[in-house]
């Protein structure tokens, strides 16, 4: 167990990656597919990690089954918004305190996640330079608040609302996701310290 805490992640992998020409998710970082990434920095710090799934959930539900403590949950409304996804996560969470964070989001290491952990508030979020990225750290009691909230809602406007905790962390990758084919090169590129060409690999999966 991470602590006497309860913690949970939501990875949210449900879209269709119009930007990006293939099934995001899937698309690889050394011999792991990107949500296998995204799982294996949020594991050591949570007791259960909660995927969302929507487009090609088959696939993801078998790219994320070796994983103990992973549970794949299928947002058949997906369709309608990215916060469907998280409405759907979070109503699964029994954590007292929950990670949120996007599958294109693959490569933050564990210690931002331990690091967030430290802090006690309501929202913590991670911070690099000044600018804000992911994971989001919600705790329990404001989860009902953000259940409440129509399907067409942001949860980053919500959350703006509430307020929040910035940490700054020594870490550029809650910064680096993943919408276009030039953003997986230059992760890809990142993840395995060479240069990958000009043609990218999202051409050929």
Known sequence: MPGEQWIDGVILAAGASFRAGTFKPALLLGDRSMVERCIEGMYDACDRIIVVGGFEYGH????????????????????????????????????????????????????VYKQLLTTQADVVVP?????????VCLSRVILSRILREPDDSSLQDILKVIGMRTVEVDAEEILLDVDTPQEYDRIRERFEGKSVGKDSGLQHL
Do not use: W
Request: proline fraction near 8%; charged fraction near 30%; glycine fraction near 8%.
């Open 60 to 111: 993801l539900r078998s790219l994320v089954e070796r994983f103990a403590k992973v549970e794949s949950i299928e947002n058949k409304s997906y369709q309608k918004g990215m916060f469907t996804s998280v409405k759907a996560g979070l109503f699964r969470s029994r954590g007292d305190r929950c990670f949120v964070i996007p599958a294109d989001i693959p490569l933050v290491p564990p210690r």
């Open 127 to 135: 911070s690099f330079r000044g600018r804000n990225g992911h994971p």
